[in-house]
């Protein structure tokens, strides 16, 4: 996957999380209707281009982009349970699970901390079943 640092807009994080979830509530149609494993492998680039620009970017976690990571693991997850076969996941998305340390979510519109996430730990309960 591209280590490429990706900051969206004001705003669009919310609309691709809304998307996100949309998918994430019409998983089990998913696997009907077409191959999941492109949508699984756009899905988790997304993840990794966001999580890339907190890590290598010095992109400030805030509480937009840890919604957005949080829908992406959870629908990732949703529409894994559907697939007979899975695929495996890949390397950067390993590489995350590994780890369980505790990333800052900061207020939108401050500098405050409101929240903590923690990628590796919510990746293991929801990835893992």
Request: proline share 7%; charged share 25%; aromatic share 2%.
């Amino acid at each position: 996957m591209a280590r490429d640092v990706v900051k969206l807009g004001d705003g669009d994080d919310a609309q691709v999380a809304a998307a996100v979830a949309v998918l994430g509530s019409r998983a089990p149609r998913l696997g009907r209707v077409s191959d999941s494993n492109p949508l699984l492998a756009r899905m988790f680039e997304v993840l990794d281009l966001t999580t890339a620009g907190w890590q290598y970017g010095r992109v400030r976690v805030d509480t937009d982009a840890a919604a957005l990571a949080d829908r992406l693991i959870s629908t990732a997850g949703q529409v894994l349970a559907t697939i007979d076969d899975p695929p495996r996941l890949p390397p950067p998305v390993r590489e995350l699970m590994r780890r369980n340390s505790a990333l800052d979510v900061h207020d939108p519109t401050g500098p405050r901390v409101v929240n903590g996430i923690n990628l590796g730990a919510r990746m293991r309960e929801t990835l893992l079943v």
